[in-house]
C-alpha cells in the first residue's frame, strides 16, 4: 500500500518568515495530494490540494509543489503569522472510479511561529 | 448549518464492551470515512464508503466494523475493544473523490 513519510516533524520559525514542510509517497498511482492544518483541540480542515497534472498551486500565502518523477510533494507558507502556528498533515490518494478512496497521511508537522 | 456530527465526543469504557460511535452528516455526501489519529502515527484511516451498503477496509480496520444503511450515517462499531483502540476517533465525508473532505469534531475513546 501507499507510504507517506513527512518532515520535519516540529519546525519553528520567526513571524514573518517562510516555512517548508515536505512530503514523499511510495505509490506513483497516486494522483492527489491534499494538506491539512489542524489546530490545538479541533478538527483536521483541508487548506489546499494538487493533482499530479498540475505541478504547482497557490492560494494567497501558500502554496503547494509537486514533483511526481521524485515522489515528492511540499507546503510552502510565506511571511508566516502566529495563526499559522498549528499541526499540518500532508496526504495521497489514488484518485477514479475504481480506485476507491484510500488516503493515506503522513505523521504530522507541528509549526509553531514565534513572534 | 452543513456539518458532520459526531457522537459521543467522550467515551471511557472497559475491554471487552461492546460500543457504537455515530457519524450523521447533512450534506448529501456520498463518501463517508472513519480515522483513527495516534501521537505520532498522523491520521489513519479504518474504513471508507463510497455510496450506501459500498463499504471497503482502509489502512487499519481490524478490531473495527462498519455499516452504511443510509446515505446521511456511517456509524463505528468495536464489538470488543482493546486498550490499543484508545484513540482520538474522526469521521468525514466528501461529495466526491477530490472533493474537500468535512471532518466531524471527534470522538476521544478511552479503553481500560
Known amino acids: 500500500g501507499e507510504n507517506v513519510e513527512q518532515h520535519p516533524s516540529t519546525l519553528s520559525v520567526q513571524e514573518g518568515d517562510s516555512a517548508v514542510i515536505k512530503c514523499t509517497y511510495s505509490?506513483?498511482?497516486?494522483?492527489?495530494f491534499p494538506w491539512y492544518k489542524q489546530e490545538l483541540g479541533k478538527r483536521p480542515q483541508l487548506i489546499i490540494d494538487?493533482?499530479?497534472?498540475?505541478g504547482e498551486k497557490k492560494d494567497q500565502r501558500i502554496a503547494v509543489t509537486l514533483n511526481k518523477t521524485a515522489k515528492h510533494f511540499s507546503l510552502h507558507i510565506t511571511e508566516t503569522q502566529p495563526e499559522d502556528s498549528a499541526v499540518y498533515f500532508c496526504?495521497?490518494?489514488?484518485?477514479?472510479?475504481?480506485?476507491?478512496?484510500?488516503?493515506?497521511f503522513g505523521t504530522g508537522t507541528r509549526l509553531a511561529v514565534r513572534p | 448549518e452543513a456539518q458532520v456530527t459526531q457522537n459521543p465526543r467522550y467515551l471511557i469504557t472497559v475491554t471487552g464492551k461492546k460500543l457504537t460511535v455515530t457519524c450523521s452528516q447533512n450534506?448529501?455526501?456520498?463518501?463517508m470515512s472513519w480515522y483513527r489519529q495516534d501521537p505520532g502515527l498522523g491520521l489513519r484511516q479504518i474504513y471508507y464508503?463510497?455510496?450506501?451498503?459500498?463499504?471497503d477496509k482502509g489502512d487499519v480496520p481490524e478490531g473495527y466494523k462498519v455499516s452504511r444503511k443510509e446515505k446521511r450515517n456511517f456509524p463505528l462499531i468495536l464489538e470488543s475493544p482493546s486498550p490499543n483502540q484508545t484513540s482520538l476517533y474522526f469521521c468525514?465525508?466528501?461529495?466526491?473523490?477530490?472533493?474537500?473532505?468535512?471532518f466531524g469534531p471527534g470522538t476521544r475513546l478511552t479503553v481500560l
Open positions: 494538487i493533482r499530479s497534472n498540475v
Open positions: 468525514a465525508s466528501k461529495r466526491e473523490p477530490s472533493d474537500t473532505q468535512y
Open positions: 496526504a495521497a490518494s489514488v484518485r477514479g472510479k475504481s480506485s476507491g478512496d484510500k488516503l493515506t
Open positions: 464508503s463510497m455510496n450506501v451498503e459500498v463499504t
Open positions: 505509490d506513483s498511482a497516486s494522483n492527489y
Open positions: 450534506m448529501n455526501h456520498e463518501y
